[in-house]
């Protein structure tokens, strides 16, 4: 089966555009609150001139700083990042319970009739996104539409074999991927982020030590390398980036053993069962977190 033949739930979809639009425009407005910081520290190296009765790169300076406390109340009245949060948690929750659909395990084992199975799927999804406080629209997507496709049906209905391939090839060889890809991205982030942060620290310390040798007596750049390293380490605290390749990799590892075990040792309806079960119990570990983050970020 080609991928792009999979069909996911409408809650899945709409839950993934909520989850982009607020992303989006939560790092927009952290990006403005930081790089308005950045600007009033850097208009703040201007010298004062006493022959001038207002020193206008102060009140510059300080416009910027208001504006980033403005940008910080704007985006906690909004709360972009908790619906960042909760829709991912919901999109990941959806699709994991696809799967088990679409497998026919768990709840939607074969045992089950082709009804049963669809009003337990339902039934699910209503418990979830009462659960996540989800309202009827997500950011203006409607959650109304198909929730169960024809593929998600055929496919409960195919033979044991081809359920497995289709579970290991669609499911877990391509959250391997995906987790492979995103913890090599967040290590070289991390360690860019990183070395950027150290090394204005370190040129804050040279032009310490150059002030007081008695060079650049008039300009400091000391508080504006200041005020860029810590925007470069809270940026790092707020995407994640080492926690997030500890995390993936260790993912990649766990779920590498149980393509290991698909691919050799399913007999039957119970071994897909246990496989399916902890191979969505390995890729919810991340998206189990992602309402809890949402209220401490």
Not at 124 to 142: D, F, P, T
Not at 192 to 210: D, P, R, T
Not at 246 to 272: G, H, M
Request: aromatic share 12%; with cysteine; glycine share 6%.
């Amino acid at each position: 089966m080609d991928d792009n033949k999979l069909v996911y739930p409408t809650t899945f979809k709409n839950a993934e555009l909520a989850s982009a639009f607020h992303q989006r425009r939560y790092i927009q407005l952290k990006k403005l609150e930081y790089g308005t910081i950045i600007l009033a520290s850097f208009i703040a190296i201007f010298p004062f001139n006493s022959t001038i009765d207002l020193h206008w790169p102060s009140l510059f300076s300080g416009l910027s700083l208001l504006v980033a406390v403005i940008v910080l109340f704007i985006e906690k009245s909004l709360e972009h990042h908790k619906g960042w949060y909760k829709s991912r948690a919901l999109a990941e929750a959806v699709k994991a319970e696809s799967w088990k659909f679409r497998c026919g395990c768990g709840y939607y084992s074969k045992n089950k009739s082709e009804g049963d199975a669809i009003r337990g799927f339902l039934e699910y999804l209503s418990k979830i996104r009462s659960e996540l406080n989800i309202n009827k629209s997500i950011a203006g997507h409607s959650t109304s539409g198909d929730e169960i496709s024809q593929e998600m049906k055929d496919s409960r209905n195919m033979s044991l074999e081809k359920r497995v391939a289709l579970y290991k090839s669609f499911r877990v060889d391509d959250q391997i991927q995906w987790y492979s890809n995103k913890a090599n991205t967040a290590v070289v982030k991390y360690r860019n982020y990183f070395i950027g942060a150290i090394s204005c620290l370190l040129l804050g310390v040279i032009f310490a030590i150059a002030q007081f040798l008695g060079q650049l007596a008039q300009i400091s750049f000391v508080g504006f390398l200041s005020a860029i390293a810590l925007t470069l380490f809270g940026w790092m605290q707020i995407r994640r980036y080492e926690t997030l390749s500890i995390t993936y990799t260790n993912v990649v590892t766990e779920l590498r053993s149980i393509a290991q075990v698909l691919a050799d040792t399913i007999q039957s309806e119970q071994d897909l069962d246990i496989s399916v079960r902890d191979a969505e119990l390995v890729i919810s570990k991340e998206h189990t977190i992602w309402v809890t983050k949402g209220e401490v970020v």
